[in-house]
């Protein structure tokens, strides 16, 4: 009997006031959503960033070419021709602890097809690529140890250089393509990986290596060496063994001085992340601003309810209504706001995660803390405010309370 | 049925005492219908409150039904006002957009009583608040002045209360509904309700059977009409 009488006075004085209730639960529903939709994309964003790092590869070291230095000026990093295949072959059987190493010569060129021309990547290694890199085949095969022996003028695309020169979902296997002066004949199309933040798989055309060393580029320099370790945890003693090999065959003394560059990927992985972190942090502080709002919204909201309904509350008390069964019912009308505007505001936050995935094409990934957190911050500071008020205004005498203007 | 002994009441503001009821005595029998009456600043409506168990005296006693009144604590003056009294106050405080039926369930609430005797009672309620057929449905916002001080009044009639307590009822109604009232209040009276009436016009208690005057905190006449 209580308890329906509870239910029923709280259903009628929210919907006797339904422009109050609305406002109130618009307040919690936005700072709920908020706070879910902002946490989401910062989260889908880290994810995604780490996924597409995992992708180039996994336990993956990069060795690049180091600044050329001449009497004073710096090229640059990567602009140095110092990495050449010898290093590789040295690093493959002097090394401890490598899964599987592929050395790569890399550069773009305008690359034309009946007719259709585009200026992409050109990577020139080894079949070992594959395994380095996570990549896989489509259609065809990749080339082989006897067509890099000889030199073989075959190629491979990926799915993106394909379409560019082919167009969509189509077959060119068997066609050639010209790269400078030279017809390929295009072997194999790899799969979909999607871009990996660095350099895109799937917009390049991969040849033997020393097909381009003797037909495109001419000269023996490397681009990178790309290395994978066995497991994640030989990774650094695979980095330190790579770093002392080259520095004595470079003839270096100075680690300082080293004319290559390692990276690791898990340096970048933890780069990455502190990036994203950072940009998580930058979001979720304007959904907490949003959210403060919302909170400061429902604290007026409420305040203002309940002080407008103090002569109702002596009322209440004056026809022997009990102080528990008034502080009963305005705490199950806090409650209930705060339900009705957590769950709204939740399923809409989770929906524009959704809306801003699909359509601006953002990763997003609701994460259960930040539900947890908004909808706790939402329902305390409703309840709080619906609550403390009127328990108070029920502690008036029936008098004042009446007289309360 | 009330019994009265020497009730006084102080309110304390700071450093000021205010001395609202200085020894204040009477009984009132059932079935009687008592105004009472006096100016502003006499004490009536603080008299009216401790009447109402709606605040207790500093000193004396308050006997309704045999009960003490004056020592009892918050919860259990909840439960005197809402057997006991039934009040109708000069601004009819309705619930705000709200049905005239649920206005006067109010005081059913958190009951045992089932919804349908509880919408039985109040309008049987109604019907001798003098209250027109077919209203049951209106809004409070949208009735008149006495019919919202007729739903006041069936509000207060709906626990079958020993007295009814209204303050300055008519207060805020013009002359003729100010009638309407006062008659419905006669009404009920003569049907056996025992009837305790605050005003400060002499003419809305002259309706009653016996006026008691009070002034500075003290009665000053007490005489059946």
């Known amino acids: 009997m209580i308890i329906t009488d509870i239910l029923k006075e709280v259903f009628w004085s929210l919907s006797a006031n339904k422009m109050r209730s609305g406002l109130t639960v618009l307040g919690i529903v936005i700072g709920i959503a908020s706070v879910i939709t902002m946490v989401s994309i910062g989260q889908g964003a880290k994810t995604s960033i780490e996924a597409n790092i995992e992708a180039i590869g996994s336990n993956l070291i990069i060795i690049t070419p180091g600044a050329q230095r001449g009497a004073a000026v710096s090229q640059g990093r990567g602009s140095a021709q110092t990495l050449i295949a010898d290093d590789a072959t040295a690093i493959r059987s002097e090394v401890q602890g490598i899964k599987a190493l592929a050395p790569d010569t890399s550069r773009r060129y305008q690359i034309t097809a009946k007719g259709k021309n585009t200026n992409t990547q050109v990577i020139g290694t080894v079949p070992e690529y594959l395994t380095v890199r996570n990549i896989s085949m489509d259609i065809g095969s990749f080339f082989n140890e006897r067509q890099i022996k000889t030199s073989e003028k075959v190629a491979v695309l990926g799915p993106s250089a394909r379409d560019d020169l082919f167009g969509i979902h189509a077959n060119p296997v068997g066609q050639t393509i010209r790269i400078g002066s030279s017809d390929f004949a295009i072997i194999g199309i790899t799969k979909t990986k999607g871009g990996s933040g660095f350099s895109n798989p799937d917009n390049a055309v991969y040849v033997p290596i020393t097909t381009v060393q003797h037909f495109l580029s001419g000269d023996e320099f490397l681009s990178s060496i790309s290395v994978a370790a066995k497991d994640q945890g030989s990774m650094l003693a695979v980095q330190q063994q790579i770093e002392t090999l080259l520095l004595r065959r470079h003839n270096i003394t100075d680690k300082t001085q080293a004319d290559f560059s390692i990276l690791n990927q898990n340096d970048i992985i933890s780069t990455a992340s502190s990036i994203t972190g950072t940009f998580t942090i930058l979001l979720s502080s304007i959904a907490g601003i949003s959210l403060l709002v919302g909170g400061i919204g429902i604290m007026n909201m409420m305040l203002t309810t309940v002080t407008e309904r103090t002569r109702e509350i002596g009322l209440r008390k004056a026809v022997g209504v009990k102080k528990r069964y008034i502080n009963l019912q305005f705490l199950a009308e806090a409650i209930m706001l705060t339900v009705i505007g957590g769950v709204v505001g939740v399923v809409l936050g989770w929906l524009a995660s959704l809306a801003v995935s699909r359509f601006a094409g953002l990763t997003t990934e609701v994460a259960l803390s930040s539900v947890v957190m908004a909808f706790g911050v939402a329902a305390a500071v409703g309840i709080i405010f619906g609550f403390y008020p009127a328990r108070r205004a029920a502690n008036l005498s029936p008098i004042e309370a009446l007289r309360y203007e | ?225």
């Open chain 2, 1 to 225: 049925m009330i019994e009265c002994k020497n009730l006084t009441k102080t309110y304390r503001n700071g450093d000021v005492e205010t001395q609202a009821l200085r020894g204040v005595s009477f009984h009132i029998k059932k079935g009687e219908f008592v105004a009472i009456i006096g100016p502003s600043g006499s004490g009536k409506s603080t008299l009216m409150s401790i009447l109402g168990a709606l605040d207790t005296p500093t000193g004396g006693t308050y006997f309704l039904d045999d009960r003490e009144v004056s020592t009892l604590d918050d919860d259990e003056l909840s439960e005197v006002r809402h057997k006991k009294i039934g009040f109708v106050f000069q601004s009819f405080n309705l619930l705000p957009r709200t049905t005239v039926l649920r206005n006067v369930m109010l005081p059913l609430l958190y009951t045992d009583t089932s919804e349908k005797e509880r919408e039985a009672r109040a309008i049987e309620a109604l019907r001798y608040a003098g209250m027109e057929e077919g209203k049951l449905y209106s809004l409070s916002n949208q009735l008149s002045g006495g019919q919202m001080q007729r739903v006041a009044i069936a509000r207060a009639l709906i626990n079958r209360p020993a007295i009814i307590l209204a303050d300055e009822p008519t207060g805020n109604l013009d002359t003729k509904t100010s009638q309407v009232v006062m008659r419905t209040f006669q009404k009920l009276n003569s049907e056996g309700h025992t009837i305790i009436l605050i005003t400060h016009e002499m003419e809305i208690a002259q309706y009653a059977k016996r006026i008691i005057s009070i002034r500075d905190g003290l009665i000053e006449k007490d005489i059946f009409v």
